[in-house]
């Protein structure tokens, strides 16, 4: 087994997350490096995610490392019926690190316990996607120039969203104030609530989005899925009442961001792209920087 | 009296008392007694004052580690337990509810890797604001314990 393996934002402490940021700095600054020449790191995608796949792979080929692997589980051996421990052992015999990506959660915990190369969680089912939450910090850090004290409005599905909850834990070494706005039907759960108060952190609720972020520092936009909803009239009445449009950012903060972890579905009107406020293109552009200070960090590569 | 009874009548061993008639079974099942060799008596719905109908395991020369009374302590709190040795009750086995339990329940997520590989489940145990609640050390969802299948 790999200590050395990344499979929830919470196996960081804080100075283990700052670490990171800064290395992604450096990366961003020189992101073409030979540190990984001669080393194989395998990406297996045991679901489709292009968008995370291309983002990984192009962060181990700018290092000069080598890339193995599978983009859908019908192309793996798990579909012959083979166990998640044979794949994992059978593909370390190859690689240096595996980055993997599974539909079902606690995949990635249980393959770091029985890998003896280190493991990278790309995502697994709805439970962690640490690599997407370590973006999400640099890119609050990079526009805001701190993680301290700021206020974060997290906007959406707040129920079913990994994203947010990860950040909730990932922020909790920063002193935030968050403010939830989430439909009934798409609130908050309490446990994450009861880990707020557990840290003394500051939060609170609305339903409504428009007028109730203008103290905000960063707006933390999530999709808004259909197949979440029981009553698809409620669905349609809240799809129109979180959509983010241009005229909402009127009285917004100077410093002010929007982020969202992408794809979009209708959450962010296109007339907010062309807004100096709007992030979410960077915001995918700077996972590529944190993606090659995480594969240096668990290969122990200095960087 | 009757109590005094049933554990003088064992001479060496352990005794499971004051179960709640409902869990008796479970109680069976997480010592997994059903596969045990050794000599032992199950009875259920005896009159209790304190819980109204109560359970109450023997088992003939085996003295329970503490981890097997610590998962007794998760389905049934306030059982009794008590170590016999030659007809005297040589030991009350407090009952503490373990940091982490191993092997004896199911995740109650279907979407869980444990749920669809042979994986060893395992379980934090939370105990916060009043209540208790089980964390599946691999999905990282958090439940109460009504919610995880016994094995
Ligand atoms: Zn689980």
């Known amino acids: 087994m790999s200590k050395n393996s990344l499979v929830s934002i919470s196996d960081y402490s804080k100075e283990e997350i700052l670490a990171i940021l800064d290395s992604a700095t450096g990366f961003e600054a020189n992101p073409n490096r030979k540190t990984l020449d001669g080393k194989v790191v395998a990406t297996l995608f045991f ?9 990984f792979e192009t962060a181990v080929i700018r290092l000069g490392g080598s890339i193995i692997g599978f983009s859908d589980a019908a192309t793996s051996s798990s579909s012959k019926g083979e166990t998640l421990n044979d794949t994992i052992h059978m593909v370390s015999c190859y690689a ?20 003896p190369v280190p ?15 370590l973006l999400d910090l640099y890119s609050i850090k990079k526009t805001q120039g701190t993680l301290e004290n700021l206020n ?20 909790s070494h920063f002193n935030p104030t968050f403010k939830f706005i989430a439909p009934e039907e798409l609130k908050m759960p309490e446990e994450y609530k009861i880990f707020c108060r557990k840290h003394g952190i500051k939060y609170s609720e609305a339903t409504e989005l428009n007028n109730n972020f203008n103290d905000a520092d960063i707006l933390y936009m999530t999709r808004v899925q259909r197949e979440r909803f029981q009553d698809l009239m409620e669905y349609e009445r809240v799809k129109n009442v979180y959509t983010l449009k241009n005229k909402m950012l009127i009285n917004s903060k100077l410093n002010l961001k929007i982020l969202h972890p992408l794809p979009r579905v209708n959450e962010i009107d296109p007339d907010v792209d062309s807004n100096e406020k709007a992030y979410y293109f960077q915001q995918a552009q700077n996972g590529l920087y944190v993606r090659q200070a995480i594969i240096s960090k668990v290969m122990g590569i200095k960087s | ?69 610590n998962k007794i302590a998760l389905i049934a709190p306030n059982a009794k337990i008590n170590i016999i040795r030659e007809y005297e009750v040589v030991e009350k086995r ?50 109460k314990f009504e919610e995880v299948k016994l094995k």
């Open chain 1, 152 to 171: 974060i409005c997290l906007v959406g599905d707040l129920k079913y969203g990994r994203t947010v909850h990860s950040l909730i834990m990932a922020m």
């Open chain 2, 1 to 69: 009296m009757e109590k005094k009874l049933k554990v003088a009548a064992l001479r060496n061993g352990t005794v499971i008392d004051h179960i709640p008639s409902d869990k008796l079974f479970k109680v069976v099942s997480i010592l997994h007694l059903e596969t045990s060799k050794n000599q032992i008596t199950l009875a259920n719905n005896l009159d209790s004052a304190k819980i109204g109908s109560k359970g109450l395991v023997k088992i003939s020369d085996r003295a329970l580690e503490e981890d097997e009374t």
């Open chain 1, 119 to 133: 493991i990278v969680n790309a995502g697994d089912g709805a439970n962690q996607h640490p690599s997407q939450t």
């Open chain 1, 47 to 55: 679901e489709p995610s292009t968008r995370t796949r291309l983002s």
């Open chain 1, 96 to 115: 240096d690190v595996i980055v993997m990506r599974h539909p079902l959660e606690g995949a990635a915990r249980y393959a770091a316990e029985v890998s």
């Open chain 2, 94 to 143: 407090p009952l503490v509810l373990p940091d982490e339990i191993r092997e004896i329940a199911h995740c109650g997520n279907p979407n869980c890797i444990t749920n669809h590989q042979p994986v060893t489940t395992r379980f934090f145990v939370i105990k916060e604001e009043g209540s208790m609640r089980l964390k599946c050390k691999y999905c990282e969802r958090e439940m």
